[in-house]
C-alpha cells in the first residue's frame, strides 16, 4: 500500500527546499521508481495531454485508441459531429471495447457482449435482465475530456479544472501570433523512439540554451545559442524561447519552443514546420518520446522531411546523448543536487515552481 499523501508533503518539502537554494530536484528524484509512480498518477494522469493527431476522424463513428498516463482511452466522432472521450475499458471486467482505429455505430466489448452507444451509455449487458438489482445507467463508458488545437487532439483524465482552450489561452495566442502555432496547418508525419533517462532530466535540458554551445554546434553556426542572447520568458503554463538567426544568415527564421508543463513541447522555424512533441514515462529511467509534425499547406513533403530530418538529430543525436549520459550517473546513486544558475537557467526553476503549485494543489 502506498501512501501518497505522506510522499506528497515529502515532495513539497523537498522541492520547497530546492527553490529556496536554488538547485536542481533531489537527485533521486530522476531515478526514484516510487516518485515516478506518483508522478505517472498525480501529474500526468491529472494534466492535459497531446494524444496525437485526429485530422482522420472525419466521420460519425470514426475513432482512435490511445494512451494516456498507462491509462488507455478511445476518442469518437460521434453521430452529431462531436468529439468525444472515454476510457477503453468495458464496465464489467476491464477488457478493452475499441482496438486500434477505424469506424463504428456501437463499442462492443469482445470478452462479455457489452454493448455502448456513442455517447458511452450503456445498451446492453446479455442476461442482465436476470438481475434485479442491475441498472445499466450505472455503468456507462468513464468520459474523459477531449481538446483540439488544429488538428492535434488532447486529453484530459479529470473533469475538474480548466478546459483546454482556457488553460492554453495565452500559449495558443503566442504561437499563433508568431507563426509556430498548429492552428492553421495540416498534420504530416510522426517520430517516435524511447531513451533511457527521466522525463525531468529530458525537461530540464529543454528549459534553456546553456547546454548549446556545446551540444548543438551545428545549430550555433546558423541561430544565437548564447545564453545572453537566446530569448526565455516565462509564463504560466509554459516557458516561450526563441533563438534569432546570426547575421550572416538573416534569411533563416527564428527558432522558437514553448516547453509547456509538465511534459510536453511546440517547437518550430519560425513560419514553417512545427513539432509537438511529448515525453511519456515507460519507468523512472526510461521515456517515450513522440513528435507529431505539422506545416502550411504552402510547405511541400521535402522541406517537411528536411525539417524532420533536422530535429531528429538535434534532439535524438545530440540532446539524447548527454540526457542518458546525465541518468546513467544519477542512477549510480552519487549525485544529490546541482546549483541553479538564475542568470543561464532561470527557467528550469520556473519549471520547479508550477511542479510546487501542482502538488500544492493536488488532492489526493
Known amino acids: 500500500m502506498h501512501d501518497d499523501r505522506a510522499l506528497r508533503v515529502q515532495m513539497l518539502a523537498e522541492i520547497d527546499s530546492a527553490i529556496e537554494r536554488k538547485v536542481s530536484f533531489p537527485g ?134 480548466p478546459a483546454f482552450e482556457e488553460e492554453f489561452a495565452t500559449l495558443i495566442r503566442i504561437a499563433e501570433e508568431n507563426q509556430i502555432g498548429i492552428a492553421k496547418m495540416s498534420y504530416r508525419k510522426t517520430l517516435v523512439w524511447e531513451q533511457a533517462c527521466n522525463w525531468k532530466t529530458f525537461m530540464d535540458n529543454t528549459a534553456d540554451c546553456y547546454h548549446c554551445r556545446l551540444v548543438h554546434p551545428t545549430m550555433g553556426t546558423t541561430h544565437k545559442t548564447d545564453p545572453d542572447d537566446y530569448v526565455n520568458e516565462s509564463y504560466d503554463t509554459f516557458a516561450f524561447h526563441i533563438s534569432h538567426s546570426r547575421e550572416n544568415h538573416a534569411n533563416m527564421p527564428a527558432w522558437m519552443a514553448c516547453g509547456v508543463w509538465p511534459n510536453w513541447t511546440l517547437q518550430a522555424m519560425q513560419g514553417r514546420v512545427s513539432n509537438i512533441r511529448i515525453l511519456e514515462i515507460v519507468n523512472a529511467n526510461r521515456i517515450r518520446v513522440r513528435t507529431d509534425f505539422f506545416a502550411p499547406p504552402t510547405i511541400g513533403e521535402p522541406e517537411v522531411e528536411e525539417a524532420a530530418d533536422w530535429y531528429h538529430k538535434l534532439v535524438y543525436g545530440e540532446d539524447r546523448v548527454v540526457c542518458e549520459g546525465v541518468a546513467r550517473n544519477i542512477m549510480g546513486g552519487r549525485f544529490e543536487e546541482g546549483p541553479i544558475f538564475l542568470g543561464s537557467e532561470k527557467v528550469m526553476q520556473d519549471f520547479q515552481i508550477r511542479y510546487r503549485q501542482h502538488l500544492q494543489d493536488l488532492k489526493i
Open 28 to 161: 533521486y528524484w530522476y531515478g526514484d521508481e516510487e516518485i515516478s509512480r506518483f508522478e505517472q498518477k498525480y501529474v500526468m494522469a491529472r494534466r492535459w495531454q497531446p494524444i496525437g493527431p485526429v485530422n482522420g476522424l472525419v466521420n460519425p463513428g470514426d475513432y482512435l485508441t490511445a494512451t494516456v498516463a498507462e491509462v488507455p482511452i478511445v476518442v469518437i466522432r460521434d453521430k452529431d459531429g462531436t468529439l468525444r472521450g472515454f476510457v477503453n475499458m468495458c464496465r464489467h471486467r476491464g477488457h478493452p471495447v475499441a482496438k486500434d482505429s477505424g469506424n463504428c455505430t456501437v463499442f462492443m466489448c469482445r470478452y462479455h457482449g457489452w454493448t455502448y452507444r456513442q455517447d458511452g451509455s450503456l445498451i446492453k449487458a446479455p442476461r442482465s435482465e436476470r438481475e434485479a438489482a442491475f441498472d445499466p445507467a450505472n455503468y456507462g463508458l468513464l468520459p474523459i475530456r477531449v481538446g483540439l488545437w488544429g488538428d492535434l487532439g488532447f486529453a484530459n483524465l479529470q473533469f475538474d479544472g
